[in-house]
């Protein structure tokens, strides 16, 4: 079981008076994630019952000014090659073996391939990493799988790809009435499932996937059958994924009946997936301390 430290369960979306960047330690990342917000306005097309966006509060701005997204970046990876982030609360109370940059993550406050800069961004934020020789740290897409064959959206990924880049897509469900019911957006669950066909058809993804208790129950085991017909489907037209990634509510929501699954209904469900899915690599991330209690989300 990944181990949570209070930097999981602290990922605001700002640092210091800091607009588009700011830093978390991530247990799927296993390290330090520089996360770059491309939603400052909170705008978001889907509106998950796990967002733990706070959108009862307006955003700090509407508009994405890439020069200072890369001043901000920059200061991030200064402050995190150095050193001087880890002595900053929650970062002081990372381990040894976290103190280590990951990635630098276009996630945040909204779907980040619905801003018209996505594609400008990646490009920007890919030079600002090759200028300093950051090779290895890779370039992660958090997204919702809404997006994912927009022309503008495709250059953006075509970049992230040249540049140790990963996409992590979007399922929590393996139906249109459950993808309705946690998801809670207009886009067809037929949408979403092309965008991942063609996309993992073309390169390796990853795909992220929150289960949780929503009104008191998880999802059935014929939800999870569903869910997994549909990913093996993609398999079978040579849809590739590098991994699927378990995950449950880890951190406060504003829907008070959105809540962790317990790890044991997390590892039966896992087990299922593992069952149906043997070639790929299935990781769980838990709850905070395995109790149902108010809890987070990370897209
Ligand atoms: S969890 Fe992510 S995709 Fe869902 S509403 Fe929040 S920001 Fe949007």
């Given at each position: 079981m990944t181990e949570l430290i209070p930097a999981h369960l602290d990922h605001r979306r700002s640092w210091a008076e800091f607009v588009y960047c700011y830093p978390v330690i991530s247990r799927r990342s296993k390290g330090v994630s520089l996360g770059v917000n491309l939603n400052p306005d909170k705008v978001c097309n889907f509106d998950c019952v796990y967002c733990e966006v706070d959108r009862t509060t307006p955003g700090r701005r509407r508009d994405i000014d890439l020069d200072q997204l890369e001043r901000e970046l920059s200061v991030l990876l200064d402050v995190t090659l150095d050193g001087?982030?880890?002595?900053?609360p929650p970062f002081d109370s990372a381990r040894p073996d976290q103190r280590r940059l990951n990635d630098i993550a276009f996630s945040g406050d909204g779907e980040p391939t619905t801003a018209k800069e996505f594609a400008e961004a990646v490009e920007r934020v890919a030079h600002l990493k090759w200028m300093r020789g950051l090779q290895e740290v890779k370039l992660v897409l958090i997204t919702d799988s809404s997006r994912l064959q927009a022309r503008e959206v495709v250059q953006g990924l075509d970049t992230l790809m040249a540049n140790n880049g990963e996409i992590w897509a979007k399922l929590d469900a393996g139906t249109e009435a459950y993808y309705q019911e946690i998801?809670?957006?207009?886009?067809p669950f037929g949408r979403i499932i092309e965008n991942i066909e063609i996309t993992a058809r073309l390169r390796p993804i990853t795909i992220q996937s929150l289960f949780l208790s929503w009104k008191g129950h998880g999802p059935s085991s014929a939800e999870i059958a569903a869910y997994c017909d549909v990913l093996r489907g993609i398999q079978g037209i040579g849809g590739r994924f590098q991994a699927i990634q378990l995950y449950t509510v880890a951190r406060p929501t504003p829907e008070p009946e959105a809540r962790p699954l317990r790890a044991k209904e997390l590892d039966a469900l896992a087990d299922q997936v593992r069952a149906a899915l043997p070639t790929v690599p299935v990781e769980v991330f838990y709850g905070p301390k395995d109790e149902l209690g108010p809890e987070e989300h990370s897209c």
């Open positions: 001087s982030l880890f002595t900053f998801n809670r957006t207009s886009i």
